[in-house]
Nanobody, 116 residues
Framework: QVQLVESGGGLVQAGGSLRLSCAAS????????MGWYRQAPGKQRELVAT???????NYADSVKGRFTISRDIAKKTVYLQMNSLKPEDTGVYLC??????????WGQGTQVTVSS
C-alpha cells in the first residue's frame, strides 16, 4: 500500500490558479501511474490527469490546456498545476496511485472551490 499525502487546494476566484501536491511514501518510479480524480456534488467522479512512471501524461478534455501534471522524483511528489480555473472545476480532488493495474493508495482528498 502506498501512503499518499495531499496538500494545496482552497478557495480561488474564477480565472485564478492553484497547485495541488501529492507526496508518496515510496519512490514514484515504482508506481505505474499517479494522478487525480475529482468529485463534485451530484456528479460522477472524473479522472482529471495522470502521469506514468515513464513520464507520460494524460488529461481529461475538460482540463486540457489549463491543468499540468508534473513530478519531482527526488521529493516523491506529483503536482497538479491548475490555471484559468472555472467554477465547474470545484470539487474534492483525490490523488491516487496505481500499481500493476490496481489502485494501491489514495490521498485524503483536498477541496478546491472556484467562485464566479
Amino acid at each position: 500500500q502506498v501512503q499518499l499525502v495531499e496538500s494545496g487546494g482552497g478557495l480561488v476566484q474564477a480565472g485564478g490558479s492553484l497547485r495541488l501536491s501529492c507526496a508518496a511514501s515510496r519512490s514514484i518510479l515504482s508506481i505505474n501511474t499517479m494522478g487525480w480524480y475529482r468529485q463534485a456534488p451530484g456528479k460522477q467522479r472524473e479522472l482529471v490527469a495522470t502521469i506514468t512512471s515513464g513520464g507520460t501524461t494524460n488529461y481529461a478534455d475538460s482540463v486540457k490546456g489549463r491543468f499540468t501534471i508534473s513530478r519531482d522524483i527526488a521529493k516523491k511528489t506529483v503536482y497538479l498545476q491548475m490555471n484559468s480555473l472555472k467554477p465547474e472545476d470545484t470539487g474534492v480532488y483525490l490523488c491516487f496511485a496505481e500499481v500493476l493495474g490496481r489502485t494501491n493508495g489514495w490521498g485524503q482528498g483536498t477541496q478546491v472551490t472556484v467562485s464566479s
